[in-house]
Antibody
Framework: QVRLVQSGAEVKKPGSSVKVSCEAS????????INWVRQSPGHGLEWMGG????????NYAQKFQDRVRITADKSTTTAYLELRYLRSEDTAIYYC????????????WGQGTLVSVSS | EIVMTQSPATLSVSPGESATLSCRAS??????LAWYQQKPGQAPRLLIF???TRATGIPDRFSGRGSGTEFTLAISSLQSEDFAVYYC?????????FGGGTKVEIK
């Protein structure tokens, strides 16, 4: 059974970057399509992007394409979301989630990482 | 982008009663629709995929129906643990999109 454990909360200044991690266990990492979804009061649940097995090629939502980078370290079975040029509207809970190999629904999800952007 | 619209925003239900939640897509997503439950302070939890298939471990009081643009999630005989926010998500088109949620609260 796949388990996803995310890094802790972050407080960032506008214009800076944040990198959130998501450690996976319970399945072969190469087979996992780890996606990132954020949740904020103003925008609800937003899909940001995800990796496409088996090569891990990222697929990004156009809204975030210029600022986001999704990477993975196979040696530590950890996926990363990096978001640059942070602004206050990026204050949200960021979730990693595994997309099924039969369709892009998400199960399971990580516990979430709160990113607060404030001057 | 496919817009997912959920209604109502809030549903007040007494324990033991049934609830029906709606989700509408701005364009046909065929049966490529999932439902999630989210409780305060927790991540969303998958309930239904393929519009009608319950995820592993989900009780049969949860049922999904619909295809194309109109979908429903029915919860029969609501238990205390069912009071939560429910989201639909389409995965037929990129970008993947979610509805705004329906909060099921205790009446």
């Amino acid at each position: 059974q796949v388990r996803l454990v995310q890094s802790g909360a972050e407080v960032k200044k506008p214009g800076s970057s944040v990198k959130v991690s998501c450690e996976a266990s319970g399945d072969t990492f190469d087979n996992l399509a780890i996606n990132w979804v954020r949740q904020s009061p103003g925008h609800g649940l937003e899909w940001m992007g995800g990796s496409v097995p088996p090569f891990g090629t990222p697929n990004y939502a156009q809204k975030f394409q210029d600022r986001v980078r999704i990477t993975a370290d196979k040696s530590t079975t950890t996926a990363y979301l990096e978001l640059r040029y942070l602004r206050s509207e990026d204050t949200a809970i960021y979730y990693c989630a595994r997309a099924s190999d039969e369709g892009n629904w998400f199960d399971p999800w990580g516990q979430g990482t709160l990113v607060s952007v404030s001057s | 982008e496919i817009v997912m619209t959920q209604s109502p925003a809030t549903l007040s239900v007494s324990p033991g009663e049934s609830a029906t939640l709606s989700c509408r897509a701005s364009h046909s997503v065929r049966s490529n629709l999932a439902w999630y439950q989210q409780k305060p302070g927790q991540a969303p939890r998958l309930l239904i995929f393929g519009a009608t298939t319950r995820a592993t471990g989900i009780p049969d009081r949860f049922s999904g129906r619909g295809s194309g643009t109109e979908f429903t999630l029915a919860i029969s005989s609501l238990q205390s643990e069912d009071f939560a926010v429910y989201y639909c998500q389409q995965y037929n088109y990129w970008p993947l999109t979610f509805g705004g949620g329906t909060k099921v609260e205790i009446k």
